[in-house]
């Protein structure tokens, strides 16, 4: 039996609608991250761009469960020495970048390769409200079911 290697012309692009109300982060983005790279597919090769498009919408509202509103921090760099910066998640999801904080976690998902940025770029969409500008596309709807509360 032969390694199955995808072509370019068997892979198909879909996109899909995830709401991120009330969903814990972690799983949202391990789940995201799985449809950017095309893992859902049968027909996933790890060096193709095989992955669908994904649309998040309602990133403000997305769920941080114990403590990590208060203690989890994102880190950036001007690129001068000493002038590293430490925002709070809490600021991220209440001020104007909600965005940013489920781009974070999906980067975070996704093996650190040359194609990881690309993908990103082009197949992530993510937006803080529950409009988006891609109903020409029509995405269809991607449900991540949140976890069961333990009895």
Avoid: C
Avoid at 107 to 120: E, I
């Amino acid at each position: 039996m032969k390694t199955f290697s995808a072509k370019p012309s068997d892979i198909s692009h879909e996109w899909h609608v995830v709401d991120a109300a009330e969903i814990p982060l972690g799983r949202l983005a391990s789940r995201v991250a799985q449809l950017i790279r095309g893992k859902h597919q049968p027909t996933f090769t790890p060096h193709m761009d095989g992955g669908d498009f994904v649309v998040v919408i309602n990133a403000a509202k997305v769920k941080l469960t114990g403590r990590k509103l208060e203690q989890k921090r994102h880190f950036r760099h001007t690129g001068f020495m000493g002038h590293e910066r430490y925002t709070p998640v809490k600021n991220l999801l209440q001020g104007k970048f909600p965005e940013r904080v489920i781009e974070h976690a999906v980067f975070g998902m996704l093996p650190k390769n040359s194609l990881t940025k690309q993908k990103l770029r082009t197949k992530l969409k993510v937006y803080a409200g529950g409009n988006h500008p891609h109903v020409a596309q029509q995405p269809a709807p991607y449900s991540v079911t949140p976890t069961p509360k333990a009895k």
